[in-house]
């Protein structure tokens, strides 16, 4: 059984740095994509980054890219998210989701498998 489990949240200050986690169990085999999604109280949920398990080819949400970095422990099985020059607009429960194959969409719909999610705050 598939299932996500997400680490490393918490509070920073604008400008500061903050690795978060997601820890997958259940994968039989590398064929599956990784993707963090963001939301924020009254707002829609957003795609911020995605990597592929078995390719580690990634993509970027428009809002995130060149101050986040998605990457993979593939000894761990564990995804990381680096989120440098952090901004109060960045502050969101952030969630892993995953889902079988190679996946070329931040679209929440396309993803099969969610975490709990981990909160990260960003104070000004």
């Known amino acids: 059984q598939v299932q996500l489990v997400e680490s490393g949240g918490g509070s920073v200050q604008a400008g500061g740095s903050l690795t978060v986690a997601c820890k997958t169990y259940?994968?039989?085999?590398?064929?599956?994509?990784v993707a963090w999604f963001r939301q924020a109280p009254g707002k829609e949920r957003e795609g911020v980054a995605r990597?592929?398990?078995?390719?580690?080819?990634?993509a970027y949400g428009v809002s995130v890219k060149d101050r986040f970095t998605v990457s993979k422990d593939d000894t761990k099985e564990i995804i990381f998210l680096q989120m440098n020059s952090l901004k109060p607009e960045d502050s969101a429960m952030y969630y892993c989701?995953?889902?079988?194959?190679?996946?070329?969409?931040?679209?929440?719909?396309?993803?099969?498998?969610w975490g709990q999610g981990t909160q990260v705050t960003v104070s000004s």
């Open positions: 259940g994968f039989t085999h590398s064929g599956f994509s």
């Open positions: 989701a995953a889902a079988w194959g190679y996946l070329t969409t931040l679209d929440a719909s396309h993803w099969d498998y």
């Open positions: 990597i592929s398990r078995q390719f580690g080819a990634t």
